[in-house]
């Protein structure tokens, strides 16, 4: 079974609109920490925001936040007043246990129209 | 700025050829790196974790001989793709983190590897 579920190979958004970007995950491990990760045309990762399996909050970075429904195990990302660079792919992933690997979803491909 | 610096960005070499690529930790160290390739329009692949001191940690399907990995010290890891193929040619990025629970994989640029 798939660890990281994101079901949306590509999304649209409106330039200053706001965009969900869909993340399950699937772990019976009560200590994880969920991951979400731009990738510019370019290469790089870059780091956006982290939710701990324990945080009682949404972790929010700017204009990016993390709905996170831990009933549900979905940890979908919010972007707000999408930019021009924001159009990237998007990965979502998972650490679990004591492990310090990263599970990768198939990623999101966002594309911000002006 | 940036804390994990890979190099290089991109080969271009003949078959037959081996290829080091570097990764550095910069701003800390790093007792764990992390190798992951990544073929067009697909997803990071784990290949292998890198320990500082000791061997590396090889996912199922990675061969061990082809990529060679030595992390000497603390700051850096190396990635050596053995006598390459044209079926090696990918994306190649490494990851370094502080070890601590919640704190995220720090990513290298990645490197492009294209055997002719």
């Known amino acids: 079974a798939q660890k990281i579920t994101q079901t949306q190979p590509g999304m649209f958004v409106q330039e200053k609109e706001a965009v969900t970007l869909d993340c399950t995950y699937d772990t019976s491990d009560p200590s994880y920490g969920l991951f979400w990760y731009k990738q510019p045309s370019s290469g790089e990762m870059i780091f956006l925001i982290y939710q701990g399996s324990y945080d009682q909050q949404n972790a929010t970075e700017g204009r990016y936040s993390l709905n996170f429904q831990k009933a549900r195990k979905s940890a979908n990302l919010v972007i707000s007043a999408s930019q021009l660079g924001d159009s990237a792919m998007y990965f979502c992933?998972?650490?679990?246990?004591?492990?310090?690997?990263?599970?990768f979803g198939s990623g999101t491909r966002l594309l911000v129209r002006p | 700025g940036a804390v994990v610096s890979q190099h290089p960005s991109r080969v271009i070499c003949k078959s037959g050829t081996s290829v080091k690529i570097e990764c550095r930790s910069l701003d800390f160290q790093a007792t764990t790196m992390f190798w992951y390739r990544q073929f067009p329009k697909q997803s990071l692949m784990l290949m292998a974790t890198?320990?500082?001191?000791?061997?590396?940690?090889?996912e199922q399907g990675v061969e061990k001989d082809k990529f060679l990995i030595n992390h000497a010290s603390l700051t850096l890891s190396t990635l050596t793709v053995t006598s390459a193929h044209p079926e090696d040619s990918s994306f190649y990025i490494c990851s370094a983190m502080d070890p601590v629970w919640n704190q995220p994989q720090h990513f290298g640029d990645g490197t492009r590897l294209s055997i002719l």
């Open positions: 890198s320990n500082e001191g000791s061997k590396a940690t090889y």
């Open positions: 992933a998972m650490r679990e246990g004591s492990s310090y690997k990263l599970i």
